[in-house]
């Protein structure tokens, strides 16, 4: 049993645990279906939509208190320049009265007029002390002027409504400066709304496009893998299962797909487990005949060279020939002639069909016929096999085939992993056996080259075999571990490089039944 050859057809070539594919796990719960992805996508757009929306109408509303600030800052910069208007008509009456002849009739025009454009001024002159306090100056004036018109108090209206003028200028400058500031406010408020909305909804687009591609491009791949991992099913593959990673619809097929694989390995697994035992049994119901048929057509040879041999023993004995025993060998003839037949008894014995259902065995004449049996194999010229049986062993119950299929394989692979060994190697098989209270122990030993840790962790791996092509298929391990699994037993394999490989089989006293 060595690590390159002991792992072909025999023992050492197939994984002991049941060739079972690797099982994928079914998904516990289906977190999101394509379906309902689909409407998550929907809402998340109706929901980033609305939020664009609330955003805009935010701005929007920060974009119409400018709007109503700059219509009152044009209303007050109208209302201003209309103010002026009339101040500086009311100055230009006021100027003049100085050169009217009837100072009296002018005062008069002047005092209309300076009461016409104070009435203007009431409506601003409550946000502006400096106009109030002027407006005060110019009533106190025209009511000077209605009670003695002189060009003294007229001089002081005038300086009084330059003054106003001027502040009202002011004013006015200060009004127009504040509608332009908004005016710049309501452009860039616009523009920001704008450039805003716009960024907004071509990020939306570019993040719907980005997880659309992704989404179906991983869909896409998805699907690709599965339609390859079917299609190698049909065609014969029965590699790993194909990861699952999806959750939806299309994971739940991969976990059928997965499911199929496995139970068509399964299915194979049993069909060649049973085309190998019934290509086991033919063997030995071909190999039993033969041996019928040859032991049928040599028994008349032999028994006339029996009974030659005897009457020659007898008659030199009656004799005393002085040859016999020292040249002449009757007895050895007959010895050998017996030999013959008896070989071709043991194996039409050993190779006669056996039942399928387990019975009472004698464990140490099964091991001893099998090892007797595959001796006559050219593997075992060079190889020195010795029993070592326990006496005590008693009767166990198993299928006889079963038992006779596992050993043929131990010992044909501990043959060829010693097959390789040197010349000068002394090549020895060793097979034992051991009873205890409860279970019976056979050990099949040998002294090849070993089988290193990694290959060891693979030999009970189905279809595993480091033996070249056409001389093992990696499935007599697996086999033979099955085998003995039905009869309630374990199979195990040790070894370490350079120190050979140590097969041991463990059958329970008392197998359970099992109907093949």
Not at 233 to 253: H, K, M, Q
Not at 413 to 420: K, T
Not at 424 to 441: G, K, M, W, Y
């Amino acid at each position: 049993m060595n690590t390159t050859s002991s792992t072909a057809d025999g023992l050492y070539e197939m994984t002991g645990d049941e060739p079972r594919p690797q099982e994928s796990v079914a998904p516990q719960s289906r977190s999101l279906s394509l379906r309902a992805k689909g409407i998550i996508a929907f809402i998340l757009m109706v929901a980033y939509s609305l939020l664009i929306g609330v955003s805009t109408e935010t701005q929007r509303e920060g974009l119409l208190r400018v709007v109503q600030d700059l219509e009152t800052a044009h209303r007050t910069e109208a209302q201003l320049l209309e103010i002026n208007t009339s101040m500086a008509r009311t100055l230009f009456s006021v100027n003049m009265s100085f050169s009217d002849e009837d100072l009296a009739s002018s005062a008069i025009r002047s005092m209309i007029e300076v009461e016409a454009s104070l009435s203007l001024l009431e409506a601003i002159q409550d946000r502006h002390p400096t106009v109030l306090m002027l407006a005060g100056k110019l009533h106190a004036l025209v009511r000077d002027l209605a009670q003695s018109p002189t060009l003294t108090t007229l001089g002081v209206a005038r300086a009084t409504l330059n003054e106003l003028i001027i502040e009202l200028d002011g004013i006015t400058k200060g009004a127009h400066a504040h509608r332009l500031m908004l005016l710049d406010q309501y452009r860039e408020n616009y523009d920001r709304i704008t450039l805003s909305s716009l960024a907004m909804l071509v990020i939306g687009l570019i993040l719907l496009g980005a997880v659309t591609a992704i989404f179906f491009s991983r869909l896409t791949w998805d699907i690709r893998k599965l339609e390859a991992h079917a299609h190698g099913i049909v065609n014969g593959s029965r590699d790993a299962p194909l990861p699952v990673t999806r959750n939806d619809e299309l994971g739940t097929l991969m976990h059928a797909v997965n499911r199929l694989q496995q139970d068509l390995r399964e299915r194979e697994r049993h069909i060649e487990r049973a085309r190998l035992e019934q290509f086991h049994r033919e063997k030995m119901v071909a190999v039993g005949s033969l041996a019928a048929q040859l032991a049928h057509e040599i028994n008349n040879p032999i028994a006339a060279i029996t009974g030659v041999a005897s009457a020659m023993s007898q008659v030199q004995q009656i004799r005393q020939c002085p040859n016999h025993g020292e040249t002449c060998h009757p007895g050895l003839i007959l010895e050998q002639a017996k030999r013959i037949s008896a070989i071709t008894r043991q194996i039409a014995d050993f190779t006669r069909p056996q039942a399928l259902r387990p019975e009472l065995l004698n464990l140490n004449e099964l091991v001893s016929n099998t090892c007797a049996f595959v001796s006559y194999d050219r593997r075992f010229r060079r190889i020195a096999m010795t029993t070592e049986l326990d006496g005590e062993m008693p009767a166990i119950r198993a299928i006889g085939d079963h038992l006779t299929q596992v050993l043929m394989n131990l010992l044909f692979n501990a043959a060829d992993a010693l097959e390789e060994m040197p010349a000068d190697h002394p090549a020895q098989i060793l097979v034992r056996t051991q009873a205890s209270e409860t279970e019976a122990l056979i050990e099949i030993a040998d002294n090849g080259a070993g089988i290193d840790a990694v290959t060891l962790g693979k030999v009970f791996d189905e279809y595993f075999t480091t033996k070249p092509a056409g001389k093992g298929t990696g499935l007599g391990l697996a086999l033979s571990r099955e085998l003995i699994e039905d009869s309630g037993g374990s199979l195990t394999l040790e070894s370490e490089p350079g120190k050979g490989a140590t097969a041991r089989i463990r059958l329970p006293l008392r197998a359970p039944e099992r109907v093949t």
